[in-house]
């Protein structure tokens, strides 16, 4: 901080200032500067032929592009075991610092949080699902990379989720590998592939976009564990040996049917073209891919009932969906870009949640008590 230009501004301003004015400047200049405490860098790999996707994360402010992208790529290395720079064929060129995010996307900005090895790979079937999903609706895609803000500190990495809670319509925590149960308080049972880095990082950025509450949070398989988790639920960290019913459903292949729950503002059901006057049963065939799963219980919940609803079910018990009761939010653990081999069934489910999100009224969340969050 330069106190000299401080200094300056006062002596020609010529007016006399109290400490208490002194001291509201000061802190204005420190807040001003804080604003550019990183950079964001934008990466579009021109060898990744058939998507072409977006990616953005951030560098400390000053810090030179390339040997930061560098190191970038040798920290994923380091933690995930594998060499995405020299596999992929990464070029250097293919990054830039940009300034402005609206200048360079535009509004109605959809981030999808990425989480594994794949996504980060040419050709991957995630970024190509979530294409060709969102491309016909006009939003605007940005993939947030494994560890995006890595080389930030802690308070950088949580200036850039705020920047991302500012800017978002939309936040995407898409599936993924097993949470770190120190999370939520419990020792390594059945979780697998766990990288604790890896979840505080991704952590940051939800809880920042929740708190928030500008734009929609949709949570995928882990992306929905990881968001309740946050919220104060705990996790079956494997179905098989811990969920309590002789009758489980195969969860980790397949598909089944989910039952639907009337909520405050049944997003699910109206996805599904269901109505609380139907009398037919809120029924939908759904696929799965996962061997845990979110506890719904008053002792997971703290007996706080006024954050999330329950939206799903399977017919053993299994949760399968929760609702923000704000409106703000759905957590499914199925896979709804994927639902089907057919296209249409997952589009459908988008386009529908789309044209909710945008029907949403700032008025909504009026009475969601952020301050329970995240204890």
């Known amino acids: 901080m330069n106190f000299n230009k401080i200094i300056d501004i006062i002596n020609r301003m010529n007016h006399k200032f109290n400490f208490s004015f002194f001291i509201f400047l000061l802190f204005s200049f420190l807040a001003v500067e804080q604003l550019f405490a990183y950079q964001l860098v934008l990466w579009k790999p021109s060898n990744y032929t058939k998507d072409n996707p ?13 040997e930061s992208v560098t190191l970038y790529f040798s920290i994923l290395e380091d933690q995930l075991k594998e060499d995405f720079y020299n596999q992929n064929s990464i070029k250097l060129d293919d990054f830039k610092i940009i300034t402005n995010i609206n200048t360079s996307f535009g509004s109605d900005l959809i ?48 200036q850039f989720a705020d920047f991302i809670a500012n800017n978002a319509s939309v936040l995407i925590a898409t599936g993924g590998n097993d949470i770190d149960p120190k999370i939520y308080g419990e020792k390594n049972r059945k979780s697998y592939n766990v990288n ?15 708190l928030k509450a500008n734009g929609f949070f949709l949570g ?29 459903l195969n969860h980790q292949n ?23 006057n139907d009398n037919n049963l809120p029924i939908v065939n759904v696929n799965t891919l996962h061997h845990q799963s979110k506890k719904w219980d008053d002792l997971s919940r703290g007996g706080d009932h006024s954050l999330l609803e329950l939206a799903a079910v ?14 703000k939010g759905l957590l499914v653990q199925y896979h709804p870009e994927i639902i089907y081999e057919s296209f249409e069934p997952a589009f459908n489910f988008f386009r529908r949640l789309m044209s909710y999100i945008k029907t949403v009224s700032p008025s909504v ?7 329970k969050l995240f204890k």
């Open 54 to 66: 977006s990616y953005l994360l951030a560098i400390p402010d000053g810090a030179n592009l390339r």
């Open 111 to 158: 981030f999808v949080l990425l989480n594994e090895n794949i996504d980060m790979k040419n050709e991957n079937k995630n970024i190509s699902r979530f294409k060709k999903i969102m491309n016909p609706m006009g939003f605007n895609k940005i993939y947030l990379p494994i560890m995006a803000t890595v080389l930030l500190n802690k308070k950088e990495q949580n």
């Open 196 to 210: 604790p880095l890896r979840d505080e990082l991704e952590s940051q950025i939800i809880r920042a976009f929740i």
């Open 220 to 248: 995928i398989c882990r992306g929905a564990q990881l968001a309740s988790v946050l919220m104060g639920l705990k996790l079956y960290q494997d179905l098989n040996t811990e969920f309590e019913n002789p009758n489980l």
């Open 254 to 276: 397949g598909f089944h049917d989910i039952i639907l729950k009337e909520t405050s503002n049944n997003i699910l059901k109206n996805i599904y073209n269901f109505n609380s």
């Open 314 to 327: 399977a017919e053993d018990g299994v949760v399968e969906a929760l609702e923000f009761k704000n409106g």
């Open 365 to 371: 969340h009026h009475n969601f008590q952020c301050s």
